[in-house]
């Protein structure tokens, strides 16, 4: 009984977040904090162990991850420096400021040694891998070049984390950790298997098995299994079966990380002088996005990229609590310190929630002062686009698509260019003969380089209508009057597209139109229609 008041709680606090434009994941953590006081009508609340749900929600969110990594991007400087020397000048403010605070002899710090205070500036300089890509996926801009900015952070700071985390636990790999690297020319293996298993429910169960395949191979040789797990889909993330796999774990992966946000109201409600530290970190919430963006500009990323790169890792992290958990455990520090980062952690997701949902507005009022910033030279995926005379641009090669050039080649096809993001299937389009260039159309900057006023239609072939909405409200922004065209899966996207100006069809209506079409044009029909006239 007491489960399902726990759902019906957190499916109520996420409807009421949704209806103040607020991500679910907001009444999720309200949820999680409420389950305490409500101990003392259902005691059996305490019983509940969310544990094994978030083990197997963060091990599904760091294999999806893995997914669709591009691991060259974490070897781009405005990845692997910006996050060295980020987490660099985090720890040492943090310390300037606990060891500020202990000079003037509040209690709470006083006992803080200097291996305490850097600890603890190491947790917080962290940002969370979970609300991150929440964030990301929730405006469609995973593929974005900020989004790959924003993950590829992510996974360095998950890398030191789990370095950390083999120290001081006393742990090291065994000898026989270098075998973790067979699982790249076992690549081929694995794809095969995915094939196997076709579109349904076993391509699902294959992912949770390779998932955990990857968690526990890294496990028996003294690694981090959650790093395994994202190891594992990386080897993946390159293959056709690997990115519908992260299509179809989406939705279950989404439902498993509720556990996530419910179980951190259960480090317990926090003390006064604990509201107060945890109210002063948030100045750290502030300050953490403002380095980012200096950063990345500083790396020759466009200010507009280090502005939504920044916002997207504005916060604190789940992982900053399991190393403040396992130095408490170590005895390196009192537990009044994570119940404190278990609630900046808190107030850093609504804080970062209500300044992702204006982030359009406050780039919109910043844009002059935060273009001074940028850099003459610019990264090679940010330098101008050649589109030459086209005048009908395909956002998104894949299946549909392809089929919506391959059906205006015939007439258009001096004016005619795909967008695709994967620069594999550019090179496929390429050999056989089809003009696609690399590009994401969720990514801001994409539409600055591109020069478009002679552009006169643009079809927006994308699986994702949160994505497709952004588009569309980009390039209305961007000053594009021209045709739109888009597709959606369900009634209310489709009526949301036309309000937007788009012209919109039904997926499924317009496939069932053009399946009735080429059956009636079959020769085959047309000879069973001229015997059953003549009969």
């Known amino acids: 009984m007491v489960e399902v008041i726990v759902v019906i709680l957190a499916l109520l606090a996420g409807v009421l977040a949704r209806g103040v434009n607020l991500p679910p994941m907001v009444g999720f953590l309200v949820a999680g904090f409420t389950l305490i006081p409500l101990q003392q009508f259902w005691p059996e609340i305490t019983e509940i162990d969310f544990k094994p749900l978030v083990s197997i929600g963060v091990t599904l969110l760091l294999f999806c991850i893995g997914l669709k990594l591009q691991?060259?991007?974490?070897?781009?400087?405005?990845?692997?420096a910006v996050t060295c020397i980020h987490m660099s000048l985090l720890i040492v403010l943090c310390f300037a400021l606990l060891f500020a605070l202990k000079s003037m002899g509040w209690a709470l710090v006083a006992?803080?040694?200097?291996e305490q205070s850097l600890t603890i500036g190491f947790a917080l300089s962290f940002s969370s891998t979970v609300f991150a890509v929440k964030v990301l996926e929730n405006r469609g801009e995973m593929a974005s070049l900020h989004g790959k900015a924003a993950i590829g952070v992510l996974v360095m700071q998950d890398i030191f984390a789990v370095a950390y985390l083999s120290?001081?636990?006393?742990?090291?790999?065994?000898m026989f950790a270098p075998l973790v690297l067979l699982l790249i020319?076992?690549?081929?293996?694995?794809?095969?298997?995915?094939?196997?298993c076709g579109h349904s429910e076993l391509l699902v169960l294959a992912g949770f098995a390779i998932a955990y395949a990857g968690y526990g191979l890294f496990e028996a040789v003294g690694l981090k299994g959650d790093?395994?797990?994202?190891?594992?889909?990386?080897?993946?993330?390159?293959?056709?079966?690997?990115?519908?796999?992260?299509?179809?774990?989406?939705?279950?992966?989404?439902v498993l990380l509720i556990g996530f946000f419910l179980s951190i109201g259960q480090y317990g409600l926090p003390s006064g002088d604990a509201w107060l530290m945890a109210l002063m970190l948030l100045v750290f919430v502030v300050l953490k996005p403002t380095l980012f963006f200096v950063l990345f500009t500083r790396f020759k990323l466009r200010a507009q990229t280090s502005f939504f790169g920044a916002l997207a890792l504005n916060h604190y992290s789940e992982f900053g609590l399991i190393v403040l958990a396992i130095a408490m455990q170590q005895g390196v520090l009192p537990d009044t310190w994570v119940v404190i980062l278990a609630l900046s952690l808190s107030l850093s997701f609504i804080l970062s929630s209500l300044i992702n949902v204006q982030s359009d507005k406050l780039y919109a009022g910043l844009t002059k002062q935060l273009q001074h910033f940028e850099t003459s030279s610019r990264v090679a995926e940010q330098r101008p686009i050649d589109i030459g005379n086209a005048e009908i641009l395909v956002m998104?090669?894949?299946?549909?698509?392809?089929?919506?050039?391959?059906?205006?080649?015939?007439?258009?096809?001096?004016?005619?260019?795909?967008?695709?993001?994967?620069?594999?299937?550019?090179?496929?389009?390429?050999?056989?003969?089809?003009?696609v260039l690399v590009g994401d159309a969720s990514d801001r900057d994409l539409w600055q380089r591109l020069s478009i006023s002679q552009v006169k239609q643009i079809f927006?072939?994308?699986?994702?209508?949160?994505?497709?909405?952004?588009?569309?409200?980009?390039?209305?922004?961007?000053?594009?009057?021209?045709?739109?065209?888009?597709?959606?899966?369900?009634?209310?996207?489709?009526?949301?597209?036309?309000?937007?100006?788009?012209?919109?069809?039904?997926?499924?209506?317009?496939?069932?139109?053009?399946f009735a079409e080429h059956v009636v044009n079959h020769k085959d029909f047309c000879l069973l229609s001229e015997r059953s006239q003549a009969s």
């Open 71 to 80: 691991l060259q991007t974490l070897l781009r400087p405005f990845v692997w």
């Open 111 to 114: 006992g803080l040694s200097m």
């Open 167 to 174: 120290m001081i636990s006393g742990t090291t790999p065994s």
């Open 185 to 196: 020319p076992a690549k081929s293996l694995l794809v095969d298997l995915l094939r196997r």
């Open 227 to 254: 790093l395994g797990a994202l190891f594992i889909g990386a080897v993946l993330a390159s293959s056709d079966k690997g990115k519908e796999l992260a299509k179809s774990l989406l939705t279950i992966k989404d």
């Open 396 to 435: 998104g090669m894949g299946r549909l698509g392809t089929g919506v050039y391959d059906y205006l080649h015939a007439g258009y096809n001096d004016t005619l260019v795909g967008f695709e993001e994967s620069l594999v299937k550019v090179k496929e389009h390429t050999k056989v003969g089809r003009r």
């Open 460 to 514: 927006l072939a994308l699986s994702n209508h949160r994505e497709t909405v952004l588009v569309t409200n980009l390039l209305r922004e961007s000053g594009y009057d021209g045709v739109i065209a888009a597709v959606a899966k369900f009634d209310d996207n489709l009526e949301e597209l036309k309000a937007l100006g788009v012209i919109a069809f039904n997926f499924y209506s317009e496939a069932g139109a053009g």
